[in-house]
């Protein structure tokens, strides 16, 4: 191209570019790319607007923090509490692709999956700058800049949602919004902190070293701060750690985190220069000798800004109380995580965590702006008190509420809403139903979808899981230097008799519970329904434990073994879905010391955390049970619950039947255009995205191969090496059949197969709005 242009006395103009979509999304954060996702595959054009050259905001290159949530690094009392859905689907193909956590990585896996969606505009290093209104409380349209291909977009739609962290959009329309806390009495908030602890997290920015194995120099920048003068807590700098374990070097906490960001950064780079120049060069640390810095972000992860009014403002009590809503469509279960103003020049604690006993949910009327009819609210800036941002800040928790925005869109571009009036006008029901069919679990509800054929099928299997006897040949045997529970599902009535093998080193007493969570749904083992003394002698011998307890419901119990380091407990090798063992024990990350222990007038919860522990280790107790167990049955697969809650809620094979499979039989034959199956990847697992590694690449329980047959013993699927969650299934010429058998292979010898769920539908699409 050949350009030679003269002298223009009015100047000249950008491109401009006009896009008109059914939705537009602006920040690229997981929030917003989850909301994208979400949206596009349930038919609505999307664009999807991120001022920087990545997706993933916090999560992304740029900034490296891992992506938590509910099951809060596995270290409180959320079990398989990992959210569903489009987040869960990203954190599965992390850990398949990336489970080293290479921040680059998980970028990739972000692009990929947006651009594999055709309705999807994605436009990056283009920032939002202006809104048009047509009226006080109605967005028209968006002014974007993108200042590498000079282009001005004029962006329109019915419906917007801001997933920008600092929610430009809701703010320049005007929308209400707060920053800083709240005040005790307005919410009844015992959390809510005083301006002496501060009102506002502030940011974080972190680096990477690396080992180069030979001597590295470092010369320090002329405005790196001597860390020894100004901050408190130098001492606790280490060469070893990096990245987002250094969350606490944070600032700003009592500036205007949106406004002095570029202020609040360049003082985020003298410490972080600091503190490397402290490393190198103040001679207390010889291991950093050969380590140089691999990497400083130069984007500071912003934590705190804008919070949005909707129409319900979730606060402290909705979370420890753990409060149910008419309208719940997403969770949390991250602490509520306070961190003083002052952040790392602080003399304080950097932070405050208090957990709830469990998971909480989070209702959709605080997804979208109370003044601003058309907009939607995603991530961090949803309608919650400081407080209750505290823990949903996370980002699968952020994830997960722009999940419900995009299928809130759905239902409004269907039938002529705005956000308000599914709520107002009675379409929650429908709402939460196509939610759960995304995939995203919520608390306390049941998918109830009479379209789903499975609902109107006979369900055979080839055999079932029914007996729990561990009798491996080469049982790992470990001391009992913390307690320890298995965590075991019973049906409604007498609980059986449980027998194990123990090993004593001297004459000793076992201390023996069974335990439950008060709460149904629930995992903190609050209640004890009786505890035994049991006399043991030195050497080892069988046990028999009978308890005198009736359950009215299936539940999970915890059969818990006080710790006592004269005792060894037998454990198998053998991993079945739905079984756990956790431990009395504690984990720092989480501020969790074992039993939380909270100051008496801060309206939180004392309890006990009993935690499992990442493989390899974690294994199950090798106990025997003499009755049958009838909780893995087949009838699972259709019962609305997709992961381990009260039961397992999975089918799961009989580990002796060599060739498993599961029957589903129609009266008359049925056309089928879409089959949907949910496989056990383990949503007890945290799958930090970032700088953690993981063991394993695939979860252990995840049914690998495959196969689909119709009543005339054709193959009309067949799938190998599956490590994903959700399988859907679409058929190009919708089956007409009133038999589908699905056979699976084990996922190994140690674990039996499971299926959380099979869904067909006569549509090729599973998005139905036309039924409430
Ligand atoms: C230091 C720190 C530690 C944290 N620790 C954790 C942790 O360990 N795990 C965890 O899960 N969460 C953690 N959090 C919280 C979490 O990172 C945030 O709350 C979360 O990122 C919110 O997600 P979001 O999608 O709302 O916003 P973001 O991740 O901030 O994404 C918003 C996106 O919008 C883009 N954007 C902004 N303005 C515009 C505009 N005008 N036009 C277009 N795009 C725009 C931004 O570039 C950004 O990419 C931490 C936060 C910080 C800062």
Redesign the pocket.
């Known amino acids: 191209m050949k350009i030679k242009a003269g002298f223009e006395a009015n100047g000249r103009r950008n491109n401009k570019e006009t896009v008109k979509s059914d939705l537009i999304i602006?920040?690229?954060?997981?929030?917003?790319v989850c909301a994208a996702i979400t949206a596009a595959r349930l038919g609505l054009k999307v664009v999807l607007?991120?001022?920087?050259p990545v997706?993933?905001?916090?999560?992304?290159s740029e900034?490296r923090?891992?992506?938590?949530?509910a099951t809060s690094h596995m270290g409180n009392n959320n079990r398989w509490s990992r959210e569903g859905g489009i987040i869960d689907e990203l954190l599965v193909e992390n850990m398949y692709r990336n489970p080293e956590g290479n921040a680059i990585l998980f970028d990739l896996v972000l692009l990929d999956k947006v651009v594999q969606e055709p309705n999807i505009t994605l436009l990056l290093n283009?920032?939002?700058?202006e809104v048009e209104k047509d009226g006080a409380d109605h967005i028209s349209g968006l002014k974007?800049f993108c200042s590498q291909n000079s282009t001005e977009y004029q962006l329109e739609a019915p419906l917007f949602c801001d997933?920008?962290?600092?929610g430009?959009v809701g703010f320049l329309a005007g929308a209400a919004f707060r920053m800083g806390a709240e005040s005790r009495e307005e919410f009844d908030e015992p959390m809510a902190p005083n301006s002496g602890y501060g009102e506002l997290l502030g940011?974080?920015l972190y680096f990477y070293s690396k080992d180069t194995g030979k001597p590295v120099q470092f010369i320090a920048p002329s405005f790196a701060m001597d860390v020894t003068k100004e901050i408190p807590r130098f001492r606790n700098f280490k060469a070893n750690e990096h990245g987002?374990q250094l969350?606490w070097v944070?600032h700003g906490g009592r500036l205007d985190t949106v406004h002095d960001t570029e202020r609040i950064k360049w003082e985020l780079w003298r410490v972080v220069y600091g503190i490397w120049d402290y490393i190198k060069n103040s001679g207390k640390f010889p291991e950093a000798e050969t380590m140089t810095l691999e990497w400083v972000g130069m984007i500071?992860?912003?934590?705190e800004s804008r919070r949005f009014e909707g129409d319900f403002m979730l606060s402290q009590r909705d979370l420890i109380e753990q409060r149910t809503h008419p309208d719940a469509v997403a969770y949390g279960g991250w602490s509520i995580d306070l961190h003083p103003a002052d952040g790392v020049f602080s003399e304080r604690q950097p932070c405050d965590q208090w957990h709830s006993k469990g998971i909480f949910q989070i209702p959709y009327r605080t997804l979208y702006s109370r003044n601003i009819s058309n907009l939607f609210l995603?991530?961090?800036?949803i309608s919650v008190s400081h407080v209750a941002f505290g823990a949903t800040?996370?980002?699968?928790t952020?994830?997960y509420t722009?999940q419900a925005v995009a299928v809130a869109a759905a239902l409004c571009k269907e039938k002529a809403l705005l956000p308000h009036e599914i709520y107002n006008l009675g379409h929650i029901t429908s709402l939460q139903r196509e939610l759960l069919k995304t995939g995203q679990f919520i608390p306390e509800l049941v998918l109830q979808d009479e379209r789903d054929l499975v609902q109107h099928a006979h369900i055979t299997a080839s055999g079932t899981l029914n007996r729990l006897e561990f009798d491996d040949e080469d049982l790992i045997w470990k001391p009992l230097v913390i307690s320890t529970a298995q965590l075991i599902p019973f049906g409604k009535g007498q609980v059986p008799a449980i027998t194990l093998t123990i090993e004593a080193d001297r004459n000793t007493e076992l201390d023996v519970a069974l335990r439950l969570s008060a709460r149904k749904g629930g995992f903190t083992p609050d209640t004890t329904l009786v505890e035994k003394k049991l006399p043991v002698s030195k050497g080892r011998h069988e046990i028999s434990l009978s308890f005198d307890v009736q359950l009215n419901e299936m539940r999970y119990v915890f059969l818990t073994f006080l710790k006592n380091p004269h005792i060894s407990l037998p454990y198998t090798h053998q991993r079945v879905t739905g079984l756990l063992s956790v431990y009395n024990g504690t984990n720092k990350r989480v501020s969790n010391n074992g039993h939380q222990r909270p100051p008496a007038d801060s309206g939180v919860n004392e309890f006990e955390f009993w935690c499992p522990q990442r493989r390899p280790e974690g294994h199950n107790i090798a106990v025997r049970l003499t009755e049958p167990v009838l909780v893995f049955d087949a009838e699972n697969v259709r019962n609305g619950v997709d992961r381990p809650v009260d039961g397992p809620n999975a089918w799961v094979a009989d580990p002796n039947d060599r060739y498993p499979y599961i029957t589903l039989v129609w009266d008359v034959p049925k056309t089928i255009g879409r089959m949907e199956l949910v496989f056990d990847t383990d949503s007890d697992h945290a799958m930090e995205s970032v700088l953690m590694t993981h063991p394993e690449r695939v979860m252990p329980f995840c049914i690998r191969n495959y196969r689909i047959e119709d009543g005339s013993g054709t193959i009309v699927y067949r799938k190998t090496d599956n490590y994903q969650t959700r399988n859907v299934i679409t058929f190009e010429r919708p089956l007409l059949t009133d038999r589908l058998t699905i056979y699976v292979d084990h996922p190994s010898e140690n674990v039996p197969a499971a299926l959380f769920a099979i869904r067909c539908y006569s549509e090729s699409s599973g998005y139905d709005t036309n039924h409430i």
């Open positions: 602006t920040g690229g954060g997981l929030s917003g607007v991120q001022d920087r997706l993933g905001g916090n999560a992304s900034v923090l891992w992506v938590l949530g283009t920032a939002v700058y974007a997933a920008s962290g600092d430009i940011h974080s987002c969350w944070e500071p992860g912003k934590r995603a991530g961090r800036i800040r996370v980002m699968a952020s994830a722009g």
